[in-house]
């Protein structure tokens, strides 16, 4: 059954060959692919407003950690979600499902530390961002929703993703060709329509703001 539900995960993934020419590649979990049926998940908005196409292998439910780093193939895990390419971007999110599901939230200070030091230079993000970086493509990495106002399923996370994102912000800060966007002034307090139901996800609404967001990102870089 694992297997079987791994494939038809991954099965829902735009294949790399089938869009040759495309130079932006998304990346990561549930943030990045949500949304998706409606046609309206960031990697959708961005090719909106980019007038460009944007491959997209981000898989709901996907970990940043894998277990053997120097295995890059036969996972849904962000780090094996990425295929080399002729990238120009490549545009991530990840590491909340590792907060939640490795640690509970609660004494996370290893599984924080296996994805990226306190300074933002070890650990595996660090090393995958500069495996992409290596093959030629600026590293977006964008961060979590925050949920001001609002008790929702996941508000215990809210230190340690704090944490996690004061790291990116280090890594982003200290590397050149890294770009770190945050997303967690993106929800008004009291905003219960920035969020799909389940109280997690973002709505159609906020997935088209981050979408946007990041395109502006990509063009401002590219316009100087």
Aim: hydrophobic share 40%; glycine share 12%.
């Amino acid at each position: 059954m694992l297997f079987f539900l791994t494939g038809l995960v991954a099965a829902c993934q735009e294949s790399v060959s089938r869009n040759e020419g495309a130079r932006i590649l998304a990346v990561g979990d549930s943030l990045m692919a949500w949304n998706s049926a409606w046609g309206s998940s960031i990697p959708h908005v961005m090719e909106e407003a980019l007038g460009e196409p944007v491959v997209d292998r981000s898989i709901r439910g996907a970990w940043m950690t894998v277990r053997d780093p120097n295995d890059d193939k036969g996972a849904i895990n962000i780090p094996n979600q990425y295929e080399s390419g002729k990238w120009d971007w490549v545009v991530v999110n990840g590491g909340g499902n590792d907060l939640l599901f490795g640690c509970g939230c609660g004494m996370c200070s290893k599984v924080l530390d296996r994805m990226i030091s306190k300074d933002g230079m070890d650990g595996q993000i660090p090393a995958f961002a500069r495996r992409v970086r290596d093959d030629g493509a600026r590293v977006l990495f964008t961060g979590y929703l925050r949920s001001p106002g609002l008790l929702t399923p996941i508000e215990h996370c809210k230190n340690e993703g704090d944490e996690l994102e004061e790291r990116l912000i280090q890594l982003a800060s200290k590397e050149d060709g890294i770009v770190f966007v945050s997303n967690k002034d993106v929800v008004p307090s009291g905003g219960i329509s920035y969020f799909s139901p389940d109280l997690i996800h973002p709505s159609r609404k906020t997935s088209r703001i981050i979408g946007r967001k990041l395109a502006t990102v990509i063009k401002q870089f590219e316009g100087r």
